[in-house]
């Protein structure tokens, strides 16, 4: 079954303490991309990734890293979390631009205290 | 991309079309319209997209008005499980990477009512 897995769903931790949330994809999708929805806000993209080793800022990338070095797995790394970046995380995928639709994940949401 | 124009929310009875409008009197002629919806708090869900023909698939149909200024999703017998909000995204079709990148705007909230 083709699918965006993310882990963990949920994670509570504290200021300053390094994360990874991980993303992966079964569909050799070329394209990955990390989403944040807050209230009133929106989704907002993070970080995305045309291919393997090819990353770029999306809207709103400060304080977030990602890697990209095999074509299935887009890891979101809070190197230094802070309270500000509480919310639900989004991974996405897609084969190309005009090639249907992004595959989304279930979500993360994680909260910084 | 040009932006789109959605009323913010919308009931429909179960059973029922539901139609839901969206305007992008800005669209360019390589722009997509995309629709996806998302059901609480989960990940968006594709529904479908088209450029200038309406296009139908198992989940829905979109209409696109021949000027492509508007589009309206159209769900045919609309269930309880459809009640989630719906976007409408244009997208560009030119190569580059900022043509990947999906703008959600406030969407729709449809309500399905027994």
């Known amino acids: 079954e083709a699918q965006v897995t993310q882990n963990p769903r949920y994670l509570i931790t504290v200021t300053g303490k390094k994360l990874t949330v991980t993303c992966s994809q079964n569909?050799?999708?070329?394209?990955m991309s990390w989403y944040r929805q807050d209230p009133g806000l929106g989704l907002r993209q993070i970080y995305y990734?045309?291919?393997?080793?090819?990353?770029d800022k999306g809207d709103v990338p400060e304080g977030y890293k990602v890697s990209r070095k095999e074509k299935r797995n887009f890891p979101l790394i809070l190197e230094s979390p802070s309270p500000n970046q509480t919310s639900l995380y989004f991974c996405?995928?897609?084969?190309?631009?005009?090639?249907?639709?992004?595959?989304f994940g279930s979500g993360t949401r994680l909260t910084v205290v | 991309d040009a932006k789109t124009t959605q009323p913010p929310s919308m009931d429909c009875a179960e059973g029922r079309a539901a139609n839901l409008p969206c305007n992008h009197s800005?669209?360019?002629?390589?722009?997509?319209v995309y629709w996806y919806r998302q059901i609480h708090s989960q990940g968006p869900q594709y529904i479908i997209h088209?450029?200038?023909n309406n296009e139908t698939n198992e989940m829905a149909s979109l209409i696109i008005t021949e000027d492509r200024k508007s589009s309206t999703l159209i769900l045919p017998h609309a269930t309880l499980r459809d009640t989630a909000v719906y976007y409408c995204?244009?997208?560009?079709?030119?190569?580059?990477?900022?043509?990947?990148?999906?703008?959600f705007g406030k969407g729709t909230k449809l309500s399905v009512i027994p």
């Open positions: 996405a995928t897609s084969q190309g631009r005009t090639r249907g639709g992004y595959t």
């Open positions: 569909m050799n999708h070329e394209y």
């Open positions: 990734s045309m291919n393997v080793e090819v990353t």
């Open positions: 800005t669209i360019s002629g390589n722009e997509y």
């Open positions: 088209g450029l200038k």
């Open positions: 995204i244009v997208r560009a079709a030119y190569s580059g990477a900022g043509s990947y990148q999906l703008t």
